[in-house]
């Protein structure tokens, strides 16, 4: 979902953040189509257009000239007719009938309150079209792949060795996995071969590895690290080489690796509650200041306190923070630094290393504004969409619950009103006078 920005930032023009940002480390390819970049899109409030390949523009025109957000814009499988359908829907009904809402600053006065409106698929017609775009699109690439299959005027010479291959691509493709042993897939499986080829040949006319991507003064010295190296393949994790591959069009938004980590044979079998292969994947926590990572939140807590001076556990407790609060405020600096801005005095800087290093000299990194400056609802959205820090955070509330409480409590009957009369009626009484008579 996409972020919000205050209202002064918004006035800039510079600090806004389209889409949720994500760490390096979990950042995912997107899958498109080939289609022209020089396609004009228009918005679909007013008159205003970019190209296609200048999107991020037109976004940024959206959340700064009209306050509206699209969600997961790289899910949406055919973007300028998404725009397009929306232009036209928006002059027939008020924007407000589509989207949802949202004051920022609903605390502050009234002049500083702005709405903006989010259109996500929770929208019944939203989810409708983008599921329409979908499947047209999976269409179009599964003709364009059987074209690709059945065509015989296939020409092209190879990569390696410069031989001329004519008939169907399999020849080549068998070719280079046969003879220098560079497979891409089988042939079946792949989309706009020729395009992928062009792709291939490239990074080797640039003296360009295909595998590590590392860059050699001559082809001599390139074939012999790719040789010794066993570079002969390509990098599984380039998502650039992802919509070459049919299997990436199949699940909207998934890739091939989370397609294929499927397996529909655990819907066919009936011990769904056998747990016994589950395997945690461990999700690490980034620290707020620098890119240390750490498994779990006491130790990047403890690193957080060590190397930048900053003890969110004490800021919790001094604050009275809810879990919510905790959230906001870690979106809240999260967003401050990622603009390169101290969130102590203000003070925009070049880069996030320099900020830091500011806030540290000057003693700001404790120095958090005032409670109404960042709880707004705005700081619900996070600024990283995969911040694992977000999900170690505890309640104060839940801790208290869950800590030991080893003091004596007095326990109470039920009723004590007449504790005489539960004394004669007792069982045990009876038990006990039954035993004195037989002895």
């Known amino acids: 979902m996409a972020a919000l ?3 002064e930032e918004l006035a800039g023009g510079q600090d806004s953040i389209l889409e949720p940002l994500c760490f390096p480390e979990q950042l995912s390819g997107s899958v498109s189509l080939a289609s022209s970049s020089d396609c004009l899109v228009s918005c679909v409030l007013c008159s205003h257009s970019a190209p296609l390949s200048d999107k991020d523009q037109l976004l940024k025109h959206l959340v700064l000239d009209h306050k509206l957000v699209i969600a997961d814009i790289k899910l949406i499988a055919d973007f300028p007719k998404y725009m397009l359908y929306w232009k036209k829907r928006f002059t027939e009904q008020p924007i407000t009938d589509f989207c949802s809402v949202i004051k920022t600053n609903s605390e502050g006065p009234a002049e500083l309150q702005e709405n903006y409106f989010l259109l996500c698929d929770i929208l019944p017609e939203d989810r409708i079209l983008r599921e329409q775009l979908q499947q ?34 399999s020849v080549l493709l068998n070719h280079m996995a046969r003879e220098h042993s560079f497979s891409i897939g089988l042939p079946d499986n792949i989309v706009y071969c020729t395009e992928f080829l062009d792709a291939l040949e490239r990074k080797l006319d640039n003296m360009q590895c295909l595998y590590c ?21 390509i ?16 699940e909207l938004g998934k890739t091939w690796e989370e397609v294929l980590s499927e397996d529909d044979r655990e819907l066919l079998e009936d011990n769904d509650d056998d747990w016994s292969d589950w395997q945690a994947h461990p999700v690490c926590a980034v620290c707020l200041f620098c ?23 004490n800021l919790k407790t001094e604050l009275n923070l809810k879990f919510y609060q905790q959230v906001k405020l870690v979106n809240y600096i999260r967003r401050e630094l990622h603009q390169c801005r101290c969130y102590g005095c203000r ?15 000057a003693g700001h990194v404790m120095q958090i504004p005032e409670i109404s400056h960042w709880d707004q609802p705005q700081y619900y959205f996070p600024t990283y969409e995969n911040d694992a820090l977000l999900t170690a955070l505890s309640d104060s509330e839940s801790e208290s619950e869950g800590a030991d409480h080893s003091s004596d409590v007095p ?18 009484n009876k038990l006990l006078k039954d035993q004195g008579s037989s002895s």
Do not use: W
């Open 213 to 233: 991507e590392k860059i050699f003064r001559d082809k001599t010295t390139l074939k012999d690290h790719m040789r010794k190296k066993q570079h002969r393949r």
């Open 136 to 169: 047209k699109r999976l269409e179009e690439v599964l003709e364009q792949q059987q074209k690709e299959r059945d065509d015989t005027s296939f020409q092209r010479t190879c990569i390696f060795c410069n031989e001329d291959f004519t008939g169907n691509r």
């Open 5 to 7: 920005q205050e209202s």
């Open 235 to 250: 990098n599984a994790n380039n998502h650039d080489y992802d919509r070459f591959y049919v299997i990436n069009y199949l």
């Open 291 to 313: 890119e240390q990572q750490e498994e779990n939140m006491e130790k990047i807590c403890i690193h957080m306190q060590e190397a930048h001076k900053f003890d969110l556990h």
């Open 347 to 361: 003070t925009k800087l070049e880069t996030k290393e320099e900020v830091v290093q500011h806030m540290m000299e």
């Open 411 to 428: 326990v109470f009957p039920e009723d004590i009103s007449n504790l005489k009369a539960i004394k004669q009626n007792s069982v045990l």
